[in-house]
DNA sequence: GATAGTGCTTCCTTTTTGGTAAGTATATTG
DNA sequence: CAATATACTTACCAAAAAGGAAGCACTATC
């Protein structure tokens, strides 16, 4: 996938999911097909680069679709394949987690 | 927790989980408690500096307790709170998708 | 007396990641 | 006619994370 080695199937699902962006990305679209634009809404504190740079990235790992409407001005959109979608049990545990801890 | 922001629990739960070893401690915790050295031997590529910060930077977020035997030579466990433990529904999912995605 | 094992810490270097600003091309809006 | 919006990319710089090597205090073993 990047070259690295995963020891184990949990080490290479942190891989997809444990950077800055590309976990928030995969949430985001759990409810269906969003522009960059939306994205860039939703994600306050994140950039153009890294915004691009982690759809690019989410593409390649096959966890999302990237479709280009080649129109002007330009309208992408991005979606989930079915493995980013089966990705959003984890999230769903992750937003269980969250919850309670911050109120702990 | 470290001055960051998190504006949704998923957020929340990423930093806690995301970073390089982190993630892979809690997971690695889920059977008991084990010794530094057990730990090392099991996350094969770690170095002493990433696990000893990394188990620290854990008991600080309350996912992990650290127990010193005060004996020489030392003796110390770790083992996995009851938030800690709570992780581990994440992680089963995590090891199931990583599971099926590197059979496709 | 040298070596190994224990659980660290410190210093230094390298790698990775993140951020800022600008540029691209075109159409719409005021 | 200037500004705005669209979805990027590129070049450059700063910050953060990770990695490696060595050392420490102490004991037991060879």
Redesign the interface.
């Given at each position: 996938m990047n070259g690295a080695i995963?020891?184990?199937?949990?080490?290479?699902?942190?891989s997809?999911?444990?950077?800055r962006w590309q976990?928030?990305i995969v949430?985001a679209l759990r409810g269906g097909p969003k522009r960059f634009s939306e994205l860039k809404r939703e994600l306050?504190?994140v950039n153009d680069k890294m915004l691009s740079q982690t759809l690019k990235l989410l593409a390649e790992q096959?966890i999302v679709t990237r479709t280009d409407f080649q129109s002007v001005p330009p309208k992408v959109e991005y979606n989930l394949t079915e493995?980013g979608r089966?990705?959003l049990?984890?999230?769903e545990?992750?937003?269980?987690?969250?919850?309670?801890?911050?109120e702990?």
């Open positions: 995963y020891y184990c199937p949990v080490d290479l699902t942190l997809v999911v444990g950077g976990g928030l949430w306050v504190a096959g493995n089966q990705l049990v984890i999230f545990k992750m937003e269980a987690w969250g919850a309670h801890y911050s702990v």
